[in-house]
């Protein structure tokens, strides 16, 4: 199984500032890379699907880069909304999984 | 509009099974897979199994195999996921997600607590 990993485990920032996340997976996942945001007591939401198309409606300011093993989410200008945890998911093989996730907080 | 709508909140004994459903609507449901995740209280997101409702096919988490089944009613656009033989460690809440191509996850079910407790 692909084991992903993300950094760092939270990340402190202030609004109008942008935030860098990161996930790494155990071997090459190609582009097929996932990020979903979650707020409390909300399900998770699609934010980037292959690694940096942006889903539908959401803001320009999320951004995803990288493939391969390297990936990275990239928020700019954060805004109250956006404070939340994110979580990456490979879908290149089964089992399907999922990073332990960043939680994101206002500095 | 696409909307998963899960089955309500479950208290179920250790030992004990439970179904819970997830009935979707507005697109046509043999199109795109289906997906479950859960997530324990306080806990990360864990990939539980999919299947697709054009052919049946199935994967699921090695973690769980044997004890999940996930299947599908076309007739009512409804999937479900039985878990057996739950234990304590089983609570959590449970959601479906429809599997867009890859398969990633757009659009998501509100999510059912499972709670295993004696």
């Known amino acids: 199984e692909i084991v992903m990993t993300q950094s760092p485990a939270t990340l402190s920032v202030s609004p109008g500032e942008s935030a860098t996340l990161s996930c790494r997976a155990s071997?090459?996942?190609?582009?097929?890379l996932a990020w979903y945001q979650q707020k409390p007591g909300q399900a998770p939401r699609l934010l980037i699907y292959g690694a940096s198309t942006r889903a539908t409606g959401i803001p320009a300011r999320f951004s995803g880069s990288g493939s391969g093993t390297e990936f990275t989410l990239t928020i700019s200008s954060l805004q109250s909304e956006d404070f939340a945890v994110y979580y990456c998911?490979?879908?290149?093989?089964?089992?399907?999984?999922f990073g332990q996730g960043t939680r994101l907080e206002i500095k | 509009q696409v909307q998963l709508v899960q089955s309500g909140a479950e208290v179920k004994k250790p030992g004990a099974s439970v179904k819970v459903s997830c009935k979707a609507s507005g697109y046509t449901f043999t199109t795109y897979g289906l997906s479950w995740v859960r997530q324990a209280p306080g806990q990360g997101l864990e990939w539980m199994g999919w299947i697709s409702p054009y052919n049946a096919n199935t994967h699921y988490a090695q973690k769980l195999q044997g004890r999940v089944t996930v299947t599908t009613d076309t007739s009512t656009s409804t999937a479900y996921m039985e878990l057996r033989s739950l234990r304590s460690d089983d609570t959590a809440v449970y959601y479906c997600?429809?599997?867009?191509?890859?398969?990633?996850?757009?659009?998501w079910g509100q999510g059912t607590l499972v709670t295993v407790s004696s």
């Open positions: 998911q490979q879908y290149n093989n089964w089992p399907l999984t």
């Open positions: 071997q090459s996942v190609s582009s097929n």
């Open positions: 997600a429809r599997a867009a191509p890859g398969p990633h996850f757009d659009y």
